[in-house]
């Protein structure tokens, strides 16, 4: 076993601001506490919330890392204290409360997953952060059922990649918005049924003239403000529909008569604070239901650019033109 180097190179944030603000610096590495695996990282994952930790909007929960990442891939290099799941050298991805800008990472080990067969270590450190998301809110919180309709917007990021197809994977009839004809198509290939510039048409109205005038049954959404009374609009009867962000803002005045009428559920979630206990249950249902259709090729992840750790800046900065299409990660190995 190789001894572990004291220090490591890492992403920090002396101040908030924009993508220039993630510099490359020296930090310890890091100690496994109980339940916790230290990871050599060999790829992480960039994702809105590290954005918006970076212009000083999203502060880590306590007891997090300051550094930037909420997935990374890698190998298992040192154990905490009653760690059971994981041995040294074991092959991981996982989702972190932050620290994934980094050459170590800690992670829980219940929410450390196997790296499925045929992936490589970038397309493993895709995984995480999107697949959580979605399986937690489209599957267990809205129960899309075989059958139902399922609207996520933006779907050629992170979140609408992987909720299209895993929409599609159990039986429901995807629709998406996007932002160009390109994007539109993009979505179709991985499996909407319904792809909608969102530029140049109508959301809701597409919906309904698709859906036989019924709306659909489940709606992702991250874009909020005037989604929402928009989403009211495109939701079937006794529809679910979920928020996790507000790209476009929080506070919107609306006339809720629509969600009594039609009898909505609207819910919303976050992940990152959620408890370590329910995020091992979230794992736990992804390498049993999800794993094997990524092992089987049937859902993937979709990359966009791999950019090197100390180049985090140009990955932030390829986010915010919103022109990416699938995940963008780092490079770390």
């Known amino acids: ?3 572990l180097p004291a ?4 992403i920090g944030l002396p101040t908030p601001g924009g993508p220039e603000a993630l510099v490359p610096e020296q930090r310890p590495v890091p100690v496994p506490g109980a339940g916790e695996i230290l990871v050599k990282v060999a790829a992480a994952g960039v994702n809105r919330p590290d954005v918006m930790q970076r212009k000083g909007l999203y502060p880590p929960p306590p007891g997090a890392p300051d550094i930037p990442g909420l997935e990374i891939s890698g190998e298992v290099v040192a154990l905490g204290a009653g760690v059971t799941r994981w041995q040294l050298g074991d092959k991981v991805c996982a989702l972190v409360s932050g620290g994934g800008y980094a050459q170590y990472c800690l992670a829980d080990e219940g929410s450390a997953l196997p790296v499925p067969a045929g992936l490589s270590m970038v397309e493993a450190a895709a995984l995480p952060e999107t697949f959580f998301t979605v399986w937690t809110n489209v599957f267990d919180l809205a129960g899309l059922k075989v059958g139902e309709r ?3 917007h933006g779907g050629t990021s992170g979140i609408g990649t992987t909720a ?5 994977a159990f039986g429901a009839t ?10 539109c198509e993009v979505c179709r290939q991985l499996g909407a049924d319904v792809a909608i510039d969102y530029k140049t048409e109508d959301f809701v109205a597409v919906v309904k003239e698709k859906a036989g005038g019924k709306g659909v049954n489940v709606i992702l959404d991250m874009v909020g403000g005037s989604y929402i009374a928009r989403n009211y609009e495109a939701a079937a009867p006794q529809a679910r529909l979920v928020q996790i962000a507000f790209m476009e803002g929080s506070k919107v005045q609306i006339d809720f008569m629509r969600l009594m009428l039609k009898r909505l ?17 979230i794992a736990a249902s992804l390498v049993e239901k999800v794993w094997p259709l990524i092992e089987a090729g049937t859902v993937k992840p979709v990359l966009d650019q791999t950019f090197p750790l100390e180049k985090a800046s140009e990955a932030h900065a390829r986010m915010e033109t919103s022109a990416h299409i699938g995940k963008i990660m780092l490079s770390v190995g």
């Open 1 to 3: 076993m190789t001894e």
């Open 7 to 10: 220090t490591m190179t890492a």
């Open 164 to 168: 299209i197809q895993l929409a599609k």
């Open 150 to 152: 399922f609207l996520v």
């Open 174 to 183: 995807v629709f998406t918005t996007a932002g160009s004809p390109e994007k």
């Open 265 to 281: 559920s609207h819910m919303g979630s976050t992940l990152r604070s959620r408890p370590k206990a329910e995020k091992a249950a």
